[in-house]
């Protein structure tokens, strides 16, 4: 691909991100960056010292002693923390309670802006998160706010931690969901809003393979990769 662009993939928790901006950029043999691993990544490693969610200093005190990186092989992406593959470590719900406090914190946005935004410039990227499109990217050629119904992302999540054999209700995940909402709406740093000039992508009613056609129309609209 000799075209270099950025797509920048926002939305609530459980809508999806991640899993239709992978199989997108893997269709247009891009690179995929999921920024909510990074946080989850340092949420694991505030959890792991037994530091509070809200505590902002004790957390600000692990950046120095800790690294976060991403690297991309035949199996897609893996996440490490400090040189340690915590690629399946990070995928529970108290990790990711972690990461949405973490997130909230200037110092590990601030941590983590620079690696994110490297990335882009080097590679071709779709990057997914919360505010790739307001903050990290806000020049992405395209822009797209993924988003679903709380019941729609509840029942996909609900059953996704079923397979992992995670022991849920879907009450539980539902009320997690409405409060990671209100967490990442309300932040005074960063907080979750569709870029003014985002295409509003609902999936509610779609399945994961139109929600990725739908991406990848997005993007060959705004780019004309892909045509």
Do not use: W
């Amino acid at each position: 691909m000799t075209k270099r662009f950025a797509a920048a993939l926002d939305g609530p928790s459980g809508a999806g991100k991640s899993t239709v901006a992978k199989a997108a950029a893997a269709r247009l043999g891009i690179l995929y960056v999921d920024t909510g691993a990074m946080y989850r990544a340092v949420g694991l490693a505030v959890l792991r010292r037994g530091i509070g969610e809200d505590d902002a200093a004790g957390i600000e005190q692990v950046l120095p002693e800790i690294t976060v990186t991403l690297r991309h092989g035949p199996d897609g992406q893996r996440v490490f923390l400090s040189g340690e593959d915590v690629s399946d470590a990070i995928r529970n719900d108290r990790v990711a309670q972690y990461a949405s406090k973490c997130s909230a914190v200037p110092a590990v946005r601030a941590f983590l802006l620079d690696a994110q935004r490297a990335l882009a410039r080097e590679n071709s990227v779709i990057m997914d998160g919360r505010d790739i499109g307001t903050v990290v990217l806000p020049d992405a050629e395209v822009k797209i706010f993924l988003t679903a119904s709380v019941e729609a992302r509840a029942q996909r999540r609900y059953h996704e931690l079923q397979e992992r054999g995670q022991d849920v209700t879907l009450e539980g995940v539902r009320a997690d969901i409405e409060r990671r909402d209100s967490q990442d709406r309300n932040r005074p740093i960063a907080p979750l809003r569709q870029a003014g000039d985002a295409v509003l992508l609902d999936t509610s009613s779609m399945t994961l393979e139109a929600s990725i056609d739908a991406v990848l129309r997005l993007i060959t609209e705004k780019t004309g990769v892909g045509q």
